[in-house]
């Protein structure tokens, strides 16, 4: 199966799009891709070429004295940024402290804020989270969260002075694509700040959904690397984002309960035959 | 007795950067981090900060991660 797409052709589509405004920089990609789940790096690095992501998430863990390989030197290699998170973090006070260790790690101030309340679903504590957010965005960091799919708790993490917001659609690795369109759109509408679907796509086809419901973006990570073909699943992601977007500016027809024709009934033939 | 990334080591006294030197890391490496007894120690004083009995320290690197 041909995973190459052809960059002069997806640059011929004639699209009028605003530039994709994050935490003050002007990014090209709409599609952030989380590094964890992918078996090698190398596989990892050429996920990141086919899904053109600019930004790639990281964590912290533990010295590993066995671990082989540079995960900093391969991600430095791709050149794409890096949005460390706090994932593992059950209370605000471990994931600031987390933040903090980020920033002196990698030398960013940009988190990807996860505050979760329990190891089965990995849903955001949402009390925890906005004391978080709040501690972090007073210390200088951009901070993205990981929220609910809660407009109120969106809102909130918006009037704190969080970068973005960024909703579930399902929970983290669940695959369950997203389960409450409805409470996107609702954030999309009334959001000052970008919106990208964060945890739950499963598929190409969800990560399309997510954009044509007006998400600015979409930050993917075991879709792509628990994915049979995780290199042809992020170029199939990538397309998804782009197609859901195109899809969103273009705006889609509203749904009817019965058919309407798309060929003209004037000028329809007379086929009757004549009566015997 | 200091305790590095929770197991006990026999090395009171240690700076932060010996104790990352004993985990085969380069303190100047990117993507690492210290925090002795759940407070982050800034880079700057590694070279200096020595760890006490009892302290805690925990040694992070980069890891793949969503």
Known sequence: ?276 | MIYVNGEPHERDGATITELLADLGVEARARGVAVAVDGEVVPRAEWDDRRINEGERVEALSAMQGG
């Open chain 1, 1 to 276: 199966m041909a995973t190459e797409t052809d960059p002069d052709r997806t640059e011929q589509i004639p699209v009028t799009d605003t530039p994709f405004e994050l935490g003050g920089r002007t990014l090209r990609s709409r599609l952030i891709l989380g590094t964890g789940g992918f078996k090698r790096l190398e596989t990892l690095a050429e996920a990141i070429r086919a899904t053109r992501a600019e930004f790639v998430t990281i964590a912290l863990r533990r010295i590993d004295p066995q671990a082989r390989g540079s995960l900093t030197d391969v991600l430095d290699e791709c050149g794409v940024e890096l949005l460390p998170n706090t994932a593992g973090c059950f209370t605000a006070r471990d994931a600031v402290v987390t933040a903090k260790l980020a920033r002196e790690a990698f030398g960013t101030d940009w988190v990807k804020l996860e505050v979760i309340g329990d190891d089965r679903t990995l849903l955001p504590d949402a009390p925890e989270l906005l004391l978080a957010a709040e501690e972090l965005v007073d210390d200088g960091f951009t901070v993205l969260p990981y929220t609910n799919d809660d407009p109120i708790l969106a809102r909130r993490l918006e009037d704190i002075g969080c970068a973005a917001v960024m909703p579930l659609g399902s929970p983290i690795g669940s695959g369950m694509g997203i389960r409450n369109p409805y409470n996107i759109s609702l954030i999309v509408e009334r959001a000052g700040v970008p919106v990208i679907l964060d945890a739950g796509v499963g598929t190409a086809s969800d990560a399309a959904l997510a954009m044509e419901l007006g998400c600015d973006g979409v930050l993917c990570a075991s879709a792509i690397a628990r994915a049979h073909d995780p290199v042809a699943m992020a170029h199939a992601i990538r397309a998804a984002v782009e197609a859901g977007r195109l899809a969103r500016g273009a705006g889609r027809i509203p749904r009817r309960l019965h058919a309407e024709a798309s060929t003209p009934d004037e000028g329809l033939a007379d086929l009757t035959p004549p009566a015997r």
